[in-house]
């Protein structure tokens, strides 16, 4: 309090508003005689510009351009030459390029029965993992946000830990705990006097198992998200409900549902994207085994592109797979958004 009297007093002398009056003309005078550069503006912004063209705008667009080729190897030849004074700059062919046209697409489409697997794996895995996972996400985001939940923190600490861990690291664990033979899954089921269980040796078991391992890792994702958007909620529409006596399940239904509206819109669009990008789990788990039960989109993807050297084919399985994703994203924010907009 002394402090902001001494302050409060300096401030309000004669000497020290002078003295703030003189500095500011000052600055006004240096600003008014600091040139103008035309287009600075713009030389602020580029790096931001030059990074997405780089690293994101000119890959994407010569995916698209690479999958109505098929790659024979790399190039030596001079795309573009440019020859400005003393100095020359020449840009090199990325690669040997035979043109077939939409033949990739004709045949991921009509005659990849792998490809079609793939679609199958990861389409299951979206339409149980991604309800299961917002569903239980919302689920833990009420409860937590419940009044009468004590140690809020710590629970919620221990069920968002598990998006800190390592897709690697994680996926690990999980081949551990889900082996057929010494995995403690079975260990327990055995115990308990059950049967063990082919997790990893089945079709279904497998697909199961990275059902199981992807709803782990990213419930306490979207259950963070949920709850930030249930504690947005006004109290005083629930305090309206609870008037006009509205029940829980009525004041759930009408009051928080269409209130989380966008917040759910959200998750479910960042769930869908991430599922048809799932990779690390089937890689590390499965292996995309057992006969391909579980290998996903992206997995053969990576197959092609890096296992096979098929980078035009890759490049247009590539294309579907962003295609699929964005028709569906489109479906979701046109029925899951507000129909008002």
Do not use: C
Request: charged share 10%.
């Amino acid at each position: 309090m002394v402090l902001a009297a001494i302050q409060s007093r300096v401030r309000s002398s004669t000497a020290y508003r002078q003295l703030s009056d003189q500095v500011r003309y000052t600055r006004q005078g240096i600003s008014d005689n600091v040139p103008t550069i035309p287009g600075l503006p713009y030389a602020y912004i580029s790096p931001f510009f030059i990074l997405f063209g780089v690293f994101l705008l000119f890959p994407t667009l010569y995916t698209l351009y690479l999958s109505f080729f098929n790659y024979v190897g790399v190039s030596n030849d001079i795309l573009l030459q440019i020859q400005a004074g003393p100095l020359t700059v020449s840009i090199p062919a990325i690669a040997n390029l035979e043109f077939v046209g939409l033949s990739h697409y004709e045949r991921l489409i009509f005659r990849d029965s792998l490809f079609h697997t793939s679609l199958f794996n990861t389409s299951f895995i979206f339409l149980v993992q991604v309800p299961l996972m917002v569903g239980l996400g919302l689920a833990t985001a009420l409860v937590l946000d419940s009044k009468f939940i004590r140690a809020k923190g710590l629970f919620r600490t221990l069920i968002a830990l598990p998006v800190a861990t390592g897709l690697v690291a994680y996926s690990t664990i999980f081949l551990l705990l889900f082996n057929d033979q010494v995995g403690l899954i079975n260990y327990a089921l055995v115990q308990l006097g059950l049967s063990p269980v082919a997790w990893l040796g089945s079709a279904w078991g497998a697909r199961i198992t990275l059902v199981i391992a992807v709803t782990w890792r990213w419930l306490g994702y979207n259950m963070i998200i949920l709850l930030a958007g249930l504690q947005t909620v006004p109290q005083q529409l629930y305090e309206a409900a609870e008037i006009d006596g509205a029940s829980r399940w009525q004041k759930f239904r009408y009051v928080t549902l269409p209130q989380l509206r966008p917040v759910l819109l959200f998750v479910v669009v960042s769930s869908t994207i991430g599922t048809f990008q799932i990779f690390s789990e089937p890689y590390v788990i499965t292996g995309g085994g057992p006969s391909n039960a579980t290998i996903t989109i992206v997995q053969y993807i990576y197959n092609q592109a890096f296992l096979q050297l098929n980078l035009g084919y890759a490049s247009a399985v590539s294309v579907i797979l962003v295609l699929i994703v964005s028709a569906m994203s489109i479906v979701q924010i046109h029925y899951g958004g507000d129909q008002d907009a």
